[in-house]
């Protein structure tokens, strides 16, 4: 029933031992999606109960964690600045080492200070001199963000200076006078727009650290082409993979001082028409100005098992990225079992309509409940 095997290096074993096996990309190029298609078999041919868990390791990794200031106020203040004050809900322990204002608006600047306090009467300057900014007129620079020093503080205050900044129009009236063809006057005027900076929410954030991690690994690609659609101002990365558990994609490039919304996509069929979906979506950015120096080159995308996807680089105006090359990662997979010391076993898999089996796994869910660290065998 199943087209493939592959044989199990086990450690030399002197008793029952829980063991787990990594699968590998030969299996999941040819098992269907939830490997329905999988079965472990030992010596004699018989089957053998098993699970299927996301491997985890002891690295101690810092995640990023982000929720919404509730119920802020807002107060504006002379010389054209605006206050923002909030406090940390009651039920959330946590204190923020960092915020971000979300606002919608391009080419800005602005100067801001963080305060806090115990009592929401008595503040203590965080951040003194703290700088927003947004130069896409002039490159693709932003920053949104401000980082916050430790604080038991539970009482926030915001002051934004310049909040309604005159934003110099890129277009020009130009008036000419002639006489019999000869110019007499010229005069020229530019447009100057007093803008309101507006802000949609301010978003907390703090780093948590997980000890015990899910396993990540790096999954070669088969092959990826780059190609540029002028028209739509897109670059279009092609990607071809062996259908392994992939969480996100990396690029590589040199270039540098660049901000680009980018996503990736899967080729579905709607109405026995071929159209791409996207499944992730980031901000791939490499600043390196002054001392501003931020890369992220990484679109996470939801867990996806396809031999095909595509990465579209939103372009604008500016020129295409030199993409160099793509990295693909995923969670690393692994067969737990119970193993005999006396038994070999090994992986069959590929099969387009064997139903999943249904064992008994009582036993190895009980092991991995208690803590029990398998030991790892090879394909």
């Known amino acids: 029933q199943l087209r493939y095997s592959k044989p199990l290096e086990l450690p030399t074993l002197v008793k029952e031992e829980l063991v787990a096996v990594p699968l590998d990309s030969d299996v999941y190029d040819a098992t269907r999606d939830n490997l329905p298609d999988l079965r472990l078999l030992d ?53 923020p080492e960092g915020l971000k204002l979300i606002s919608p608006l391009r080419n800005f600047e602005h100067r801001v200070q963080v305060l806090s306090s115990a009592d929401g009467e008595n503040w203590e300057p965080l951040v003194e001199d703290g700088l927003i900014f947004d130069y896409s007129r002039f490159m693709d620079a932003r920053n949104d963000s401000l980082e916050l020093p430790q ?10 200076e310049d909040v309604t900044q005159e934003q110099q129009s890129q277009l020009m ?99 026995g028409q071929p159209h791409w979906r996207a499944i992730g979506s980031a901000n791939l950015s490499q600043i390196d100005f002054r001392n501003l120096r931020r890369s992220n080159l990484e679109v996470p995308i939801s867990e996806s098992r396809q031999p095909k996807y595509r990465v579209v680089i939103e372009n604008r105006d500016s020129p295409p990225l030199d993409i160099t090359g793509v990295e693909a990662r995923g969670p690393v997979y692994q067969v737990v079992f119970l193993a005999n010391p006396k038994q070999a076993y090994r992986l069959a898999y590929g099969n387009s309509s064997l139903g999943a089996p249904n064992y008994d796994t009582a036993a190895l869910a009980a092991s991995l409940a208690e803590g029990y660290k398998p030991i790892e065998a090879t394909l």
């Open 43 to 95: 010596g004699d041919g018989k089957e053998v109960a098993y699970v299927v868990k996301q491997a985890t390791t002891k690295e101690s990794r810092r995640e990023r964690r982000s929720w919404n200031a509730k119920d802020p106020s807002v107060r504006p203040l002379e010389n054209n600045g605006l206050e923002i004050t909030f406090e940390l809900e009651e039920s959330r322990d946590e204190q």
């Open 173 to 271: 009236e130009l008036t000419r006078r002639l006489r019999n063809e000869n110019e007499t006057d010229r005069s020229e005027r530019v447009m100057v727009d007093r803008r309101p900076f507006r802000i949609d929410r301010i978003e907390l954030w703090t780093n948590v650290v997980r000890n015990d991690v899910p396993r990540e690994t790096s999954y070669p690609l088969t092959g990826f082409t780059v190609e540029q659609d002028a028209e739509a101002k897109q670059s279009i990365i092609s990607v071809d993979s062996r259908r392994e558990p992939l969480t996100s994609f990396i690029l590589v490039t040199s270039d540098r001082n660049f901000s680009r919304d980018a996503r990736v996509e899967i080729e579905q069929q709607r109405g």
């Open 151 to 160: 604080t038991e503080h539970r009482h926030f205050r915001i002051v934004i």
